[in-house]
């Protein structure tokens, strides 16, 4: 039964619930026709569970040539959560969803569609996976389902909200959820950032529940990744941006339509534009690129709550290594995303982690099924040469990006993944894009285990956050966590380390990194204490900007929102900088009078 196909069991019973006698009766029936209609009556809401529920009536599983029916309460459920949907199209009800006609109650014995049924055929446990969109209240409910399913490994938590108030909703895997453990390195996972992207989106939905079903069937690969990395999935960045996309459907969808949030911003320009300073610090001896601070400046502009939310987070967690996901194209690029002259569109601009980017580029491109062949047919062909990987500002120069953000501001390393020339692929390339990129995300996920960690102590066993662990020859210094642990993504070689922290001596080592290492190797530093000297930086660069400096004037709530006055009048709400000035009882500039 061609819509009916990806249910969780493959033997049904005929006759079935409703009476039909075969297959053939079953399709040419009302019932079946409708469930391949209801995705576009009811603009995708509700879709999978309806098609789900109803399938289970049209073609229940057996077992023992006996009929199990679907259970009452998950129709109930079904019925309170979308009659809305039917109401609004002025449609009933549908009659073969009759919950006390058709279903039956869990004393009884029965089955809920909605939820993997591996106990049916105990002999050959799988993953289900249901291959189809899911709108932003099914996604929030399928993480938390995901979640408490393998509340051992997982949990949910909201890092903000979006414009119009939707949760930016991280599911977490690790096998101590909601902890940071020493040693255990943190990656994270973004999908549609801009919002017509939505190929990226689907598959982090499709990994968590991967992931938690994987590993509760005794998967030995994915219980390694889980119970020795920091997993976060945040799968949908832009969720304003898209229901205006999934409101018009892959058909509909032009190439912008909620690619910007809910305020025209794109957020993958909207981040603070630290490469800039970057390139205008970095022939000075003394300038440290790793940490550069937030210029207060940044406020004045307009800042997205989901820029916002995430670099709150991205600050919040030592993350070492990331992957956002988008569409539009098929390659991964890597920073810098902005060129280093502001004139050219298409310049090779490296970090100094250059080799160890093009490493990372490599992972996900070579494993996946298509991105790094020689088909120059294909999409992403104009990419062949270079094995599907490029520099970001090579291909394309933009400022405001969140991987030179997250680099320049942070340990993070994080790459761009294009999934693919469509922005959202039709329902049923949904599986065969999971298959191209599971391996890909999977191999992703191991590669954080790369390079060297460890631990920066005091001579008495404590650690020491924020010490300084430097490589010669690469001008990007990484900083230790709050328990004194660390990690350094690193290529095969040999590398001289150095560590520092101020009040603590100067201690360094020479690390050597064999090709067929498949772990990060353990450096631990032990430092002495010393008197504190004065720091160079503070004398040739005395500036109020800090890494610590976040928001400063915590005015950002309040930014652009209207206030309504004692009488009833909505006004514009006074700039974030006015209490600043009136209460140092200095004058504000005249470039920012103007612009009250």
Request: glycine share 6%; with cysteine.
């Amino acid at each position: 039964m061609g819509y009916c196909t990806g249910m969780d069991y493959s033997r049904t019973i005929f006759p079935n619930i409703l009476g039909h006698r075969s297959r053939m009766e079953a399709e040419s029936g009302a019932e079946y026709l409708l469930l391949s209609v209801i995705h576009g009556l009811l603009n995708g809401e509700c879709s999978p569970e309806i098609r789900l529920v109803g399938c289970s009536v049209l073609a229940s599983p057996c077992r023992d040539d006996k009929m199990i029916r679907p259970c009452r309460s998950t129709c109930e459920a079904l019925r309170k959560d979308c009659i809305h949907a039917f109401e609004a199209i002025e449609m009933a009800w549908p009659y073969f969803l009759d919950c006390d006609r058709f279903f039956a109650s869990d004393q009884e014995g029965c089955f809920d569609p909605l939820v993997a049924l591996s106990s049916l055929s105990p002999e050959e446990p799988s993953t289900i996976i249901q291959f189809t969109y899911t709108s932003n209240a099914q996604m929030y409910s399928l993480l938390k389902r995901t979640a408490a399913k393998c509340s051992q490994i997982s949990h949910v938590y909201s890092i903000g909200r979006s414009n119009e108030g939707r949760d930016l909703l991280v599911i977490e895997f690790t096998n101590n959820p909601g902890e940071h453990e020493l040693l255990e390195p943190e990656i994270k996972l973004v999908g549609n950032m801009h919002g017509n992207e939505v190929l990226g989106r689907q598959l982090l939905i499709y990994l968590a529940q991967y992931l938690c079903s994987e590993y509760n069937l005794g998967n030995q690969r994915i219980q390694t990744i889980i119970n020795t990395t920091r997993i976060h999935i945040l799968a949908s960045m832009n969720p304003d941006g898209y229901e205006l996309a999934a409101s018009e459907g892959h058909l509909l969808n032009g190439w912008t339509n909620g690619r910007t949030n809910a305020q025209n911003i794109d957020l993958n320009r909207n981040f603070p534009d630290l490469t800039s300073v970057f390139y205008r610090n970095r022939r000075s001896r003394f300038y440290r690129i790793d940490h550069i601070p937030i210029p207060d400046a940044y406020w004045f502009g307009k800042v997205a709550p989901e820029t916002y939310a995430v670099m709150k987070w991205i600050r919040s967690l030592p993350f070492v290594q990331s992957a956002s996901l988008h569409g539009g194209e098929l390659v991964v690029s890597y920073p810098f995303d902005f060129s280093r002259h502001p004139q050219e569109e298409r310049m090779f601009s490296p970090t100094p982690d250059e080799q160890v980017f093009k490493q990372l580029a490599r992972t996900y491109a070579d494993a996946h099924a298509t991105m790094s062949n020689n088909d120059t047919e294909r999409c992403g062909a104009s990419f062949y040469r270079t094995r599907g990987i490029i520099n970001g500002a090579l291909w394309y120069s933009f400022a405001g990006g969140m991987s030179d953000f997250n680099y320049l501001h942070t340990n993070c390393l994080e790459i761009t993944v294009e999934l693919g020339c469509d922005k959202f692929p039709p329902e049923g390339e949904l599986y065969p894009e999971w298959k191209r990129n599971k391996e890909a995300l999977l191999t992703f996920l191991e590669s954080v285990h790369r390079g060297i960690k460890g631990v920066v102590k005091d001579t008495e066993g404590n650690g020491i956050k924020g010490a300084t662990i430097s490589v010669r020859g690469i001008r990007k210094d990484v900083t230790s966590a709050e328990n004194g642990d660390y990690w350094r993504l690193l290529n095969p070689g040999t590398h001289i380390l150095t560590v520092t922290a101020k009040g603590y001596s100067r201690v360094s080592k020479r690390v050597h990194l064999p090709n067929n290492m498949n772990k990060a190797g353990r450096v631990d530093f032990v430092l002495e204490k010393v008197p504190v000297e004065p720091d160079i930086d503070d004398h040739l660069f005395p500036t109020i900007d800090t890494w610590d400096r976040f928001d400063p004037y915590n005015q950002f709530e309040r930014n652009s929102e209207p206030h309504i006055d004692e009488e009833g009048i909505e006004r514009e709400e006074k700039p974030w900088w006015w209490n600043y000035f009136s209460q140092s009882g200095v004058s504000p500039p005249n470039w920012l009078l103007r612009n009250v």
